[in-house]
Every structure is written in structure tokens, then in C-alpha cells.
């Protein structure tokens, strides 16, 4: 069982930067993969960013690629999503989740323990 607590997120002008934090709880953090989410008003929740257990490999959605960088601290059971150069479309909620999934994966259905999410808006 993982419990997983966002934060982070707030109000920043187009261009700005912001680090989400996703605290985790439990003695297996480093055995999951990790991904982080966001789901705008009227919209169906998509993947951002993923990282693997040993914090190595990690894989990005096309819309965020160059701008947003996905890191872990095993030590601190916490992942990271580092966001540069927002925009305006980068407005939602973030989520982060885990998976037991023996790699990194963009799909939502294979992620098994999730946040409550973190609101971040980009004002143009």
C-alpha cells in the first residue's frame, strides 16, 4: 500500500517556472515506477511524465518534452516534476501515481495507487 500527497502546485504567469512534490509513504517507494498526470476542466486525465524505480529512465508526453523534467529521491520517498517555460494549456489538476508495472508506463490503467492532485494555473 502507498499513500501518495501532492503539493507545489499555485498561480504562475505564462513563462514561469513551478516543482511539484509527491511525498510517499511506505518502505517500498523505490519499487515503483512513478508518473505524474493532470486532468483540465472538461478533459480526460493524461500522461506527463514517468520515471522508473531507480530514478534512470523516464519518459515524456510530446507537449511537455524540452520544458518539464521528471526526477525521484528514494531517500525521501518523493518524485519531482520540474516545470519551466508554462503555458497557459498546461493549466490542471497534477496528479502523481504509482505502479507496480516492471517498466515505466504512459498508461493511466496501469497505475494502481494515486494523489488527491495539485492545482496548477498558468495565466497568460
Known amino acids: 500500500q502507498v499513500q501518495l500527497v501532492e503539493s507545489g502546485g499555485g498561480l504562475v504567469q505564462a513563462g514561469g517556472s513551478l516543482r511539484l512534490s509527491c511525498a510517499a509513504s511506505?518502505?517500498?517507494?523505490?519499487?515503483?515506477?512513478m508518473g505524474w498526470f493532470r486532468q483540465a476542466p472538461g478533459k480526460e486525465r493524461e500522461f506527463v511524465a514517468a520515471?522508473?524505480?531507480?530514478?534512470?529512465?523516464?519518459r515524456y508526453a510530446d507537449s511537455v518534452k524540452g520544458r518539464f523534467t521528471i526526477s525521484r529521491d528514494n531517500a525521501k520517498n518523493t518524485v519531482y516534476l520540474q516545470m519551466n517555460s508554462l503555458k497557459p494549456e498546461d493549466t490542471a489538476v497534477y496528479y502523481c501515481?504509482?505502479?507496480?508495472?516492471?517498466?515505466?508506463?504512459?498508461?493511466?490503467?496501469?497505475?494502481?495507487?494515486w494523489g488527491q492532485g495539485t492545482q496548477v494555473t498558468v495565466s497568460s
Open positions: 501515481a504509482a505502479t507496480s508495472f516492471p517498466s515505466i508506463t504512459a498508461l493511466i490503467s496501469r497505475y494502481t495507487y
Open positions: 511506505g518502505r517500498t517507494f523505490g519499487s515503483y515506477q
Open positions: 520515471i522508473n524505480w531507480g530514478g534512470i529512465t523516464t
